[in-house]
């Protein structure tokens, strides 16, 4: 919070700007991350740990698809436009669950949990980059002829292609695969390595967290109105995705600490890359924009409360 607090408090004094949050997010995303994960899974895991991991990929590809029809079943229920039904499935099923999620479960529960999450972010990566970017596709179009624009460069990708793979393949990704094979054959890093990739990936939670609070002041909430689908997709990210988590860790007996991970990456706000995604394909940015914005400046409320409701076993 106090680290959020001073994003904000930077940015409105103008040191730091929205260009500066973008660089935050692409430095921590193409470098911290990625190394982060290599030396803290080489430290906290071994080879036999690995093996058991499987149910963290399971579990969440079950919650998402079925989080992904059930947000496709509700904008037709509720009748979203349809120059943003892709936008709303994707801001419904997907979460930050890497640039966010990654260092708020460390901070939480420690190095342990990060190979868990790293399950789950590829779960998340393999479905945006196929059925959520699809969908975003088919708005472009849509959204241009209501916006009165060309938009013939545009064209609807297959789920399945070598751009889908690239998509899938980011750095943090990269550097799990990295971890795993280092892991696997039990190779050790040499000390000078080993202590460069450690103090740069230790900047990933300041980062991260001066990133919320660039965002929130840039976001500028007070000129936000809330409609209806926008609550419904606030309820998605904080009660339905969770709930549905839960409930499928459940059915898969999942042990108590992998659970509790596994619940917070679910929990997190809109996924960032969903903007980059939109824009890409000429659908509704700013509306996925605003929403990232304002369930970001939410989760500041909602992953204490879920902390504690874990740790309590109340859920």
Known sequence: MLMITLGYYLTQIKWFNKDI??????????????LYMIVSMMKSYKKEDLLQLGVAVIVPLCSMLALWIIGTIVSR?????????????AMFFVSNSAFIGFPVNIALFGDKALPIA??????????????????????????ARLQNT????VAVPRVF???????????????????????????????FANSTMTYLGSMTTPLAMLFIGIAIYVANLRSVRI???????????????????????YIFDVPDFMRSVLIIESAMPVMTQV??????YKADANYVAV???????????????????LTFKII
């Open 150 to 153: 060309e938009n013939s460069d």
């Open 118 to 143: 790293v399950m789950y972010y590829l779960v998340q990566s393999l479905l945006f980059w196929t059925i959520g970017a699809y969908g975003l596709s088919i708005d472009g179009p849509k959204f």
């Open 227 to 249: 409609t209806p689908d926008m609550g419904i997709l606030i309820a998605a990210r904080f009660l339905i995705a969770p709930a549905v988590t839960i409930g499928v860790c």
């Open 21 to 34: 949050g973008q660089l935050f997010s692409k430095f921590a995303m193409t470098v911290t991350i990625p």
């Open 275 to 280: 903007s980059i995604a939109a824009r890409a």
């Open 291 to 309: 929403m990232t914005a304002l369930t970001t400046v939410l989760a500041l409320f909602t992953i204490p409360t879920y902390f504690i409701l």
């Open 161 to 191: 292609s070598l751009q889908t793979i690239k998509n899938i393949m980011s750095p943090p990704l990269i550097g799990a695969v990295v971890a795993i094979l280092l892991i696997l054959f039990s190779v050790k890093l040499p000390t």
């Open 77 to 89: 229920i509720i009748n979203i436009p349809e120059h943003r039904r892709g936008v709303f499935r």
